[in-house]
C-alpha cells in the first residue's frame, strides 16, 4: 500500500527532489506531488525509497524517463529548464513575438 503523501512530504522536508522549491510556504506547497522514481511504467513501486517529493513541473518534465540515480535526474531536469529557458526567452525577444498588454 502507498504511503500517505504527507509521510513523503515530510521526509523530504516540502522540498522538490529534482529543483528544491520549498513547499514549507502554502503558495509553493499546493505545487508539490509525490513522483514514483523509477516509473511505474517501467516496474517501480509503491515503496518510500522509490517515492519523492516533487513538483508538479519537476514531475512533468521527469515523465516517464528512468535515471541512474537522483544527481543524474536533477542535471537533466536542470538542462531541460535551461533550455526551456532560453526557448521561452529567444520566443519573447523575437519581433513577431505579441505585445504585453499594460
Not at 514549507?24 to 516496474?43: I, M
Not at 521527469?62 to 529548464?81: H, N, T, V
Request: proline share 6%.
Amino acid at each position: 500500500m502507498r504511503p500517505p503523501d504527507e509521510l513523503i512530504f515530510r521526509r523530504d522536508e516540502f522540498r522538490c527532489a529534482y529543483c528544491d522549491l520549498d513547499g514549507k510556504l502554502f503558495e509553493n506547497w499546493v505545487f508539490l506531488c509525490v513522483d514514483h522514481f523509477k516509473p511505474q511504467s517501467r516496474g517501480g513501486d509503491d515503496k518510500m525509497e522509490n517515492l519523492k517529493t516533487s513538483c508538479v513541473s519537476c514531475n512533468h518534465m521527469k515523465g516517464a524517463q528512468q535515471f541512474p540515480d537522483l544527481a543524474s535526474a536533477r542535471a537533466e531536469i536542470q538542462k531541460y529548464r535551461t533550455d526551456m529557458r532560453r526557448i521561452w526567452g529567444d520566443h519573447l525577444n523575437t519581433p513577431t513575438a505579441p505585445e504585453v498588454q499594460r
